[in-house]
């Protein structure tokens, strides 16, 4: 693997067969965008992509978690042009497109990863962060040319950028970017949940269970852990009940040291829990019993097979990429297979056990059962203390709970009614839902506390207290978004 610098942007490349790929990698992607502005990064990929003429190269870009690559396959000549136009088109990007490609993204509707790591990933940090692949926030169309404008700024600039070739740099590459500074992955701190544990919801048809284990620049156990747990699921779920198609595992970087690996199937609507207690007894007899040493024998030829495949420079390349834009070293192939082969089992069981202590359910059906294994989806909130502040109280013909009120401050704001206290502190809050004559505070965890002006004395003044608090946070939307 070669290293150099154009432009001052930083180049990795190796020699592999034509015909020529380059990957312009930007280290940015979802967990850089906040709750209000979700969506951002794909709507600058897509205007970016909109600048260039139309061509017969092999070519296209994507968003992920951590993110956006600009890509092309084919003669040198055109795969130089497809580079040097991504990079004008990123120190420049046609305003004029912003309303066009929003309706694009409405209508794409996608999450950044697949919908078990993204699920994964938002029940287990909320709506920050690496949390954000879970969820499309407002929506695209609440996205202003402000947040395209400053997201650009802060993010597509030559010290947040790679890129890959595989071959040497051909003449003509101009990665003339704007200047910025180096950045940093954030990384949102995990909700309290009492794990092991399980949650429940429809949005998609299928088991996913996560967990964090501890990862090292020099260490494979936990992609080992992964596959072997992706294999011996894919054994009984397919080979023996013919019940599921898509079984998978993922590894997600959450910071330095720590990812979350992820092993999902699909299944059908009376099959679930069969699927539950195969992925439950899988991992649990790993992190107990270890792999065996067949299962170590498969997990290493596959890996060695990947790496030797001149096919997969590319991907690897990108990945490598990738882990230089967080801080982590660049390896090569050579270097990856060194570390394979002195993986051992203890190291496997162990990473599976770190799985299983953390583990975290994704469920389809309420109505599945795990023993010793609780429902979270429900957990009642503890009972909150009221803000100490200003007090707005209820009107006295208000249609609602008589000690219905509100107190606000700088620290957050709360709800008495009914007896019961809800609230929020700032730090907690990610966005509001903003419609006339009402508010829609969302919190971290995906509560929304509501607030209604007309139940109250000097309402309108608390909204406006709510507004001052959370600039940048609020977007308008449809009362029924609000009100439920």
Not at 67 to 82: I, L, Q
Not at 337 to 362: C, F, H, P
Not at 411 to 427: L, P
Not at 452 to 476: M, N, P, S, W
Request: aromatic share 6%; charged share 25%.
């Amino acid at each position: 693997m070669q290293r150099t610098e154009i432009n001052g942007v930083p180049v990795l490349w190796e020699q592999g067969p034509a015909p020529l790929t380059a990957a312009l990698t930007f280290g940015v992607g979802a967990r850089h965008e906040t709750f209000r502005t979700v969506g951002v990064t794909h709507l600058i990929e897509h205007l970016v992509m909109g600048t260039l003429p139309k061509s017969a190269l092999d070519r296209n870009a994507e968003v992920d978690l951590n993110t956006t690559v600009f890509y092309a396959t084919g003669p040198s000549a055109e795969v130089v042009d497809f580079v040097n136009r991504v990079c004008r088109g990123v120190s420049d990007l046609p305003a004029e497109r912003i309303e066009r490609e929003m309706g694009v993204l409405r209508a794409e509707e996608g999450l950044c990863e697949h919908p078990a790591v993204a699920l994964s990933l938002l029940a287990r940090y909320g709506y920050r962060a690496q949390g954000l692949a879970g969820t499309t926030g407002p929506g695209p169309q609440k996205l202003t040319s402000e947040h395209v404008t400053e997201h650009a700024r802060r993010y597509f600039t030559r010290e947040n950028a790679y890129l890959i070739l595989t071959g040497p740099p051909p003449e003509g590459l101009d990665l003339r970017l704007p200047a910025g500074s180096a950045v940093e992955m954030p990384s949102a701190a995990h909700l309290e949940l009492r794990l092991p544990g399980r949650i429940h919801g429809d949005n998609f048809p299928l088991v996913a269970l996560s967990g964090i284990v501890s990862v090292h620049d020099n260490s494979s156990a936990a992609s080992f852990a992964a596959a072997i747990l992706r294999e011996r699921v894919e054994d009984e779920l397919r080979g023996r009940h013919g019940i599921s198609y898509d079984i998978g595992f993922s590894g997600t970087p959450i910071r330095l040291g720590e990812s979350m690996a992820v092993v999902w199937a699909d299944g059908h609507d009376d099959k679930w829990q069969v699927v539950v207690d195969t992925l439950w007894t899988a991992v649990s007899t790993l992190a107990q019993d270890g792999p065996t040493i067949a299962e170590m024998d498969h997990a290493l030829a596959m890996s060695v097979a990947d790496l030797q495949d001149p096919r997969s420079l590319p991907g690897w390349l990108m990945v490598q990429a990738s882990r230089a834009l967080i801080g982590r070293e660049v390896q090569t192939r050579e270097q990856q297979l060194e570390i394979d082969r002195a993986i051992d089992a203890e190291s496997v069981r162990a990473s599976a056990g770190q799985l299983l202590d953390t583990a975290l359910l994704w469920v389809p059906d309420p109505s599945i059962e795990l023993a010793g294994v609780p429902d979270l989806t429900d957990d009642d909130l503890p009972q909150a203390e009221p803000i100490e502040g200003r007090v707005y109280r209820r009107k006295a013909l208000a249609i609602a709970p008589r000690d219905l009120a509100v107190h606000i401050s700088d620290e957050g704001v709360s709800v008495t009614a009914s007896g019961h206290i809800m609230r929020v502190d700032w730090s907690d809050m990610v966005g509001v839902a903003s419609a006339p004559g009402l508010r829609g505070v969302i919190t971290v965890e995906g509560r929304m506390l509501r607030f209604t002006a007309k139940y109250l004395r000097d309402g309108d003044a608390l909204l406006a207290q709510i507004d001052e608090h959370c600039k940048g946070a609020v977007f308008e939307t449809d009362p029924e978004e609000i009100l439920g």
